[in-house]
């Protein structure tokens, strides 16, 4: 009664703030939903998943036991989901979309106000890298709501005993969702340990890794490497490392363009730290460097974006932090302005879901001169949620034409049916188990993923072809040696 009392004593101002933060997290989700979609990757999982929970194991093809997916967290939750709903289209999507909501819900609480969220709430509904990976099917919206609560216990949380647990948990199932983000959370971690210095805080920060630590050693007890196989393809290359460093210079430039939000935040953030020298703040940022280092390092992505939307969760929870709870009514709405202005001059801002190159072509793939592709607006026509809302069959691809061809010929097969194939998503989900699938990017075959890459000048980020050993095919067919 005392805190119902206390809200109708605040000033308007403080009423209006809370209804734009409000306004400004309906129309966050409302754009995640407009531009929803699934990506072709999503079904690698997808396949994992559906022979999980009919008995096949955590493999990609039954026979063989093969970490196929970068996100074993994520795996877990959609495994879950899906042991209920037995369904992989609406079920992904929904899950996506309220881990979304409860990102945008931590980052509010995480802010010094209303007044701070509701800018910072508009500046992801107008991030095309942070909408366009709220969906997708991938692991993007777990890495963002694991984020979120970290930041809110970390920047927020009341000073008790057990804080350095649940940080040291939250990191943990963070990098349990996707393993490379850790580097996000390793200085803060560290950060905590410098300021307390106490061997009880050491003791609950390991504790705290516990999660990581289960998976790592059931890793290497049912696949044998404590790496997803796409560790192995994707990094296992040959290529040399100058090259990849430039490529990777490609994929941030290419992020730069997609959304001006992105440089924009990066910078107000840097600002932001040299003028209020927190330590608990810098210690955030200098995970987002160390993390923006690696994903240069490696070469970036084909999917343009995917790897910086978790910059943007980062970079938004520092910025709740800036007190502008006394500016007046004027001043507080000129914040919207910068916001509102760089989101309309992505080359595709949210409020739209196609550009009209694709309208026109739907079949071509949006990619730059370096095969870097806005994955999102190359797979829509095929998975895109407001197509099902209209009422069409989705998801739609000649991929599952040629899976039910392919899972026709294995049911007809006296032996082991494999085929070879690329781009292993869609068709391998539909094909079923039955089909025996070698992936050609080896992104799921654990043997090419150990070989030389086919060495090429127009080689495309994550996708590096395997040659075939003589006799492979066979001998996965056959069952007896015939390397």
Do not use: C, D, M
């Given at each position: 009664m005392d805190g119902y009392r206390k809200s109708l004593t605040q000033p308007p101002s403080a009423w209006l703030a809370r209804v734009a933060s409000l306004l400004a997290l309906l129309l966050m989700m409302a754009l995640a939903t407009r531009r929803a979609w699934l990506s072709d990757d999503a079904y690698i999982t997808f396949r994992t998943v559906d022979n999980f929970i009919n008995g096949y194991g955590l493999n990609w093809n039954p026979a063989e036991r093969v970490q196929s997916y970068t996100h074993p967290l994520w795996m877990f939750l959609l495994s879950a989901a899906t042991l209920f709903t037995h369904e992989f289209y609406v079920t992904p999507i929904l899950l996506s979309l309220a881990l979304t909501a409860i990102c945008g819900i931590l980052l509010w609480r995480t802010s010094d106000s209303s007044k701070t969220a509701a800018p910072l709430l508009l500046l992801l509904s107008f991030s095309p890298i942070f909408i366009d990976f709220s969906t997708g099917g991938l692991?993007?919206?777990?890495?963002?709501?694991?984020m979120a609560a970290f930041l809110l216990v970390y920047l927020r949380g009341k000073p008790t005993r057990l804080r350095p647990l649940w940080l040291s948990l939250l990191a943990s199932l963070a990098a349990f969702n996707r393993l490379d983000t850790m580097l996000l959370y390793l200085p803060a971690l560290l950060a905590v340990w410098l300021k307390e210095r106490k061997w009880s805080t050491l003791g609950w920060l390991t504790l705290g890794q516990t999660p990581l630590v289960l998976w790592e050693a059931f890793s290497l007890l049912y696949y044998g490497f404590p790496f997803p196989n796409t560790?192995?393809?994707k990094?296992?290359?040959?290529?040399?490392?100058?090259?990849?460093w430039q490529h990777g210079w490609y994929y941030l430039q290419h992020a730069l363009r997609f959304d001006p939000l992105l440089p924009a935040m990066l910078l107000a953030v840097i600002v932001f730290v040299l003028w209020r020298r927190r330590l608990d703040v810098a210690a955030i940022v200098v995970g987002m460097l160390l993390?923006?280092?690696?994903?240069l390092s490696i070469g970036g992505d084909f999917m343009g974006g995917r790897f910086f939307s978790v910059l943007m969760v980062a970079g938004a929870g520092i910025l709740a932090q800036i007190q502008v709870s006394r500016l007046r009514l004027p001043q507080w709405a000129a914040l919207f302005v910068p916001v509102i202005i760089l989101g309309l001059l992505a080359p595709l801002p949210t409020?739209?879901?196609?550009?009209?190159?694709?309208q026109q072509h739907p079949d071509r793939g949006i990619f730059d001169q370096h095969a870097i592709a806005d994955e999102r607006q190359t797979y829509f026509f095929h998975t895109g949620?407001?197509?099902?809302l209209q009422g069409e069959q989705m998801p739609q691809h000649w991929y599952i034409d040629k899976a039910r061809e392919a899972a026709s010929q294995a049911a007809a097969s006296h032996?082991?049916?494999?085929?070879?194939?690329?781009?292993?998503?869609i068709f391998g989900f539909y094909a079923g188990p039955q089909v025996h699938i070698v992936d050609r990017y080896a992104l799921s075959d654990p043997l090419l993923s150990r070989l030389p890459t086919f060495r090429t000048y127009?080689?495309?980020?994550?996708?590096?072809t395997r040659p075939i050993p003589e006799g492979y095919l066979e001998t996965l067919a056959s069952g007896r040696n015939q390397l």
């Open positions: 692991e993007n919206p777990l890495s963002h709501a694991l560790f192995y393809a990094l296992n290359t040959g290529i040399p490392q100058a090259e990849l993390y923006l280092v690696y994903i409020y739209k879901v196609l550009s009209a190159e694709i949620f407001l197509l099902a032996q082991t049916y494999v085929t070879p194939q690329i781009n292993i998503g127009n080689w495309r980020i994550g996708h590096f």
